[in-house]
């Protein structure tokens, strides 16, 4: 059960979008469409913000978007705000029916 | 509206044990499965352990693998996880979670578990 590999920080300026990536192996991201994206400000409860790779829950913008090819899955983020600041973490579903995160990226909004 | 609220964390020696209890209302408790994922001090998130919605699988991370036990009372409304052996490594927040097709949905606001002598 490896953590799947973030960026460790990205950044972009209001307006702007940027994309963070997270690369797992074909047992987890690659094997499976179950890849969420979860959006932390530090002391608050962790927010989903993607699920089933691409889908997004009711009331979340769709400023945020998700993508996979491969072993590799991706958090789109256009129109970057103040308020997207946060630590941004990738999971998946794996082959041993366990869940795996991601590190964790901090996105600065500079 | 969907609630979770854990309690029992606390204070606990190395090798003692604990229970931590979540609370659920807002939704039908019994249809959806559960998760535990933690949160140590300036580190990420970490899954812990999920419960099928009738109790009946139950799957762990291999750091917690045979030291907790993930359960469920659906009568009461109530996801549990017992921690035994506990390590300093296992200090952290635990958040309950409900369960989305392997995300989780909403969370609780979690509660801190700390391991020290």
């Known amino acids: 059960q490896s953590a799947l590999t973030q960026p460790a920080s990205v950044s972009g300026s209001p307006g702007q979008s940027i994309t963070i990536s997270c690369t797992g192996t074909?047992?987890?991201?690659?094997?499976?469409?179950?890849v969420s994206w979860y959006q932390h400000h530090p002391g608050k409860a962790p927010k989903l913000m993607i699920y089933?790779?691409?889908s997004r829950p009711s009331g979340v913008s769709n400023r945020f978007s998700g993508s996979k090819s491969g072993n590799t899955a991706s958090l789109s983020i256009s129109g970057l705000q103040a308020e997207d600041e946060a630590d941004y973490y990738c999971s998946s579903y794996t082959s041993s029916s366990t869940v795996v995160f991601g590190g964790g990226t901090k996105l600065t909004v500079l | 509206q969907v609630q979770l609220v854990e309690s029992g964390g606390g204070v606990v020696q190395p090798g003692r044990s604990l229970r931590l209890s979540c609370a659920a209302s807002g939704f039908t408790f019994s249809s959806y499965g559960m998760h535990w994922v933690r949160q140590s001090p300036g580190k990420g998130l970490e899954w812990v352990a999920v419960?099928?919605?009738?109790?009946?699988?139950?799957y762990y991370a291999d750091s917690v693998k045979g030291r907790f036990i993930i359960s469920r009372d659906n009568s009461r409304n109530t996801l549990y996880l017992q921690m035994n052996s506990l390590r300093a490594e296992d200090t952290a927040v635990y958040y309950c979670?409900?369960?989305?097709?392997?995300?989780?949905?909403?969370w609780g606001q979690g509660t801190l578990v700390t391991v020290s002598s």
């Open positions: 074909s047992s987890d991201v690659g094997g499976y469409n179950y």
């Open positions: 979670a409900r369960d989305l097709r392997f995300s989780a949905d909403f």
């Open positions: 089933t790779v691409n």
């Open positions: 419960i099928w919605y009738d109790g009946t699988k139950k």
